[in-house]
């Protein structure tokens, strides 16, 4: 997907966005440059600020400070010119349970202007390209899941947007679901759409983004691709297998001298683990293992997983969903209504 944003023109420009809460700065000096027609991945825990970032940005919410630029339009000046660019699919299906899948799709054409004709047309598309056509009469309060994500999707590119915001789009999904969701963004950003993407899910940052932010505490405490954070860490793994059992214990007494770091002997009586930081030792280690005649069955060094690069980023674990919007923030956002 890299080479889409070549030209370098810019699908949201932020400098110094901040939003409080009273004494919680829920965003804290957020800067971000997200190339047109990219996924960009927006990874924190839980409370990290990534809600109130995508509503600032999507014009739901006033930021308190901080200039942004949504597709060349500024976002407090030109809120209704950015509303026209943009379109916000949140953690819960937004579409009408007791209407049909059709119906809802149908209703959202119309009031954006199709005919009736153009809007059971785009309905009808739209259901078939999400493999829901045989379920488009049927009420979306009875859709599965991963049914009413699509549908919800759907909904919010009844007229393509530039820039889709997509908030925790398979929270809850099963990994058949989830995986469907994953193909729909991919095909939308194929036809130049740009994606912001708060996620949870590693391996979902890790298939879909271009580029990934971690945020936490309000502030972006690194940024980069995927394999750029992952080095970042500075840590990989060793694996080594060695052909006797009885030279392990020699094998890993060499690994320590070269390598400066503690060894880990699993329960497989061949196999020696190291956390290690620096290839060129690995290299060194490797052939002493070869100078002292000790033959291995294999060995592999990778880098840590985008999990690991969480951990040791935010100093949390990835935890189940809990929306950090629920409740102080909310209350504010009713009180303030849309920017602009």
């Known amino acids: 997907m890299g080479e889409k944003h070549a030209n370098g023109e810019l699908a949201i420009e932020a400098k110094g966005l901040k939003k409080i809460f009273g004494e919680n700065k829920a965003v804290d000096g957020v800067d971000l440059a997200i190339p047109k027609g990219t996924v960009y991945g927006f990874l924190g825990p839980n409370g990290a600020g990534k809600t109130t970032t995508v509503r600032m940005l999507a014009t739901l919410l006033r930021p308190d400070e901080g200039s942004v630029k949504i597709l060349g339009y500024d976002l407090m000046g030109e809120a209704t010119e950015v509303r026209k660019k943009v379109s916000l699919t949140g953690q819960f299906a937004s579409v009408d349970g007791d209407l049909s899948g059709m119906e809802n799709l149908i209703l959202i054409g119309r009031l954006l202007g199709f005919s009736r004709k153009e809007a059971k047309?785009?309905?009808?598309?739209?259901?078939?390209?999400?493999?829901?056509?045989?379920?488009?009469?049927?009420?979306?309060?009875?859709?599965?899941?991963?049914?009413?994500?699509?549908?919800?999707?759907?909904?919010?590119?009844?007229?393509?947007?530039?820039?889709?915001?997509?908030?925790?789009?398979?929270?809850?999904?099963?990994?058949?679901?989830?995986?469907?969701?994953?193909?729909?963004?991919?095909?939308?950003?194929?036809?130049?759409?740009?994606?912001?993407?708060?996620?949870?899910?590693?391996?979902?940052?890790?298939?879909?983004?271009?580029?990934?932010?971690?945020?936490?505490?309000?502030?972006?405490?690194?940024?980069?691709?995927?394999?750029?954070?992952?080095?970042?860490?500075?840590?990989?793994?060793?694996?080594?297998?060695?052909?006797?059992?009885?030279?392990r214990a020699e094998a890993a007494k060499l690994l320590t001298e070269e390598l400066h770091v503690d060894i880990q002997?699993?329960?497989?009586?061949?196999?020696?683990?190291?956390?290690?930081?620096?290839?060129?030792?690995?290299?060194?280690?490797?052939?002493?293992?070869?100078?002292?005649?000790?033959?291995?069955?294999?060995?592999?060094?990778?880098?840590?997983?985008?999990?690991?690069?969480?951990?040791?980023?935010?100093?949390?674990?990835?935890?189940d969903h809990i929306d950090e919007e629920n409740g102080e923030e909310v209350q504010h956002i009713h009180r303030k209504g849309e920017v602009g």
């Open 121 to 247: 047309e785009r309905a009808m598309e739209l259901l078939t390209a999400f493999g829901l056509k045989d379920a488009a009469k049927q009420q979306v309060k009875n859709y599965s899941g991963g049914m009413k994500r699509r549908i919800d999707i759907a909904a919010s590119i009844v007229v393509s947007p530039e820039l889709l915001f997509l908030d925790e789009p398979t929270t809850g999904l099963d990994p058949r679901s989830r995986n469907q969701v994953w193909d729909i963004i991919r095909v939308l950003v194929s036809t130049g759409t740009t994606v912001l993407l708060t996620t949870q899910y590693l391996e979902e940052a890790d298939q879909l983004a271009d580029r990934i932010a971690v945020i936490d505490q309000g502030k972006i405490i690194a940024e980069g691709t995927s394999g750029e954070l992952k080095a970042s860490v500075g840590a990989g793994k060793l694996h080594v297998r060695v052909l006797d059992p009885d030279q």
């Open 265 to 319: 002997l699993p329960s497989d009586p061949l196999a020696i683990v190291a956390q290690v930081s620096d290839t060129e030792l690995v290299t060194n280690a490797l052939g002493k293992l070869a100078n002292a005649n000790i033959k291995l069955t294999d060995f592999s060094l990778g880098q840590p997983s985008l999990d690991e690069v969480f951990l040791t980023l935010t100093g949390k674990p990835v935890e």
